[in-house]
């Protein structure tokens, strides 16, 4: 399939504007809900906290489970060259922490466990070189770390603008028309360039029953803001698109079984 496509997208500006207020309205969300993690609520993606996770006097180990059929995700890499610079170091929380080799930017889901789309072997390998021959196209993409969050639901998020190359909008829309049968609904905003650093589980360990929610929200927000002196503004660069096939529910979060295609960008005229 031969896909036209840009250097450099002139739609970058107008993205993102539109990034940063999304990045914006997720910046108030745990002011607005709370920390719904504390109550061991659902996950962004629909899932219960407590049956991915087991945690032990603080300690935190992922429940794995099979994901039936397996999860196909295609995502953007964060070179080690970047991640492991930026890996968070945070004591006095029961923490999960996104293993720096598998930072990533969720891109298209061929295959998701809200929506479902199983495929054969052959139809697998059909998508594989599809993606291919988009990560072809693709050429290195220059990025910066706007800000670092913490949602309602634990999870400390690393959201990034685009300096240069592609913009995320125009990926998510080759993915498509080279995937046709994946999802029409899918997790994340077109828009949206975010990698996730870790999953806070649970009650700062120094707090006691009688700390009131006021005093461990003011600690959350303080976190928040020392990962932001310490890491924002951040400059990477993107140039891998992987194929992923998830064995287990949120393999590339949990360290789970996962069969990872790699493809270089390769800058490549259509």
Known sequence: MALKLSPSSKDLPVSNEERL???DKM???????GALFLKHGETSQSLLLSDLFDVKNGSVTPSLKAANPPVRANVLHLSTEYSRPIA??????VIWFQNSEFYHFSMLHAS?????VPASEEEIEAEVDAVKSVAD????MKILLDRVILTSTGVLLGCWQVISGTDPVNIRSLLRKCLPRAPEKQLYAPVILHTSFARILGHPKHSSEETDVESELQHFH?????????IHGTKATISEL???EEYDLLALALDGKMKIRRFPFRCLKA
């Open 21 to 23: 207020k999304l990045y």
């Open 27 to 33: 910046s108030r969300d745990l002011y607005e809900h």
């Open 88 to 93: 968070l170091v945070i004591f006095g929380l």
């Open 112 to 116: 998701n466990h809200i929506l479902p």
């Open 137 to 140: 196209q693709l050429c290195p």
């Open 222 to 230: 303080e976190l928040v803001a020392r990962l932001n002196n310490r």
């Open 242 to 244: 992987w194929y992923v």
